[in-house]
């Protein structure tokens, strides 16, 4: 568990149990939330985003407003395993200049 402040405002970051994640892509996560700051205060309880990080991958993070302010971060998806759905095929998402051109 991890705590920030936004304002007057103290937040905590938890991870999901069944995450195995090593110390620098923690840290990465928690920067990557961090950094968002204010914007956090606009999504509603129960709400989840989704942030895209180049070390990590895909970060899902649910909101959590009551009783506690509280950001879970609850899955990681590494790039290679992006797939998108276009034209009733799936296939892997070319990622390669995805967060490049960021």
């Known amino acids: 568990m991890y705590r920030f402040s936004i304002g007057d405002e103290d937040w905590i970051i ?11 892509e923690k840290e990465e996560i928690i920067r990557s939330i961090a950094i968002m700051g204010l914007q956090w205060a606009a ?13 990590v991958g895909a970060i899902v993070v ?3 407003k009551v009783p506690s302010l509280i950001l879970t971060v609850s899955a990681v ?26």
Request: hydrophobic share 30%; with cysteine.
């Open 14 to 24: 938890i991870f999901s149990p069944h995450l195995s994640l090593e110390q620098k």
């Open 62 to 64: 649910r909101i959590e």
């Open 43 to 55: 999504f509603s309880h129960g709400e989840s985003c989704v942030i895209f990080q180049e070390l």
């Open 77 to 102: 998806v590494q790039r290679d395993r992006w797939y998108i759905s276009e034209n009733n095929k799936v296939e892997p998402f070319d990622n390669d200049n995805f967060l490049e051109g960021s």
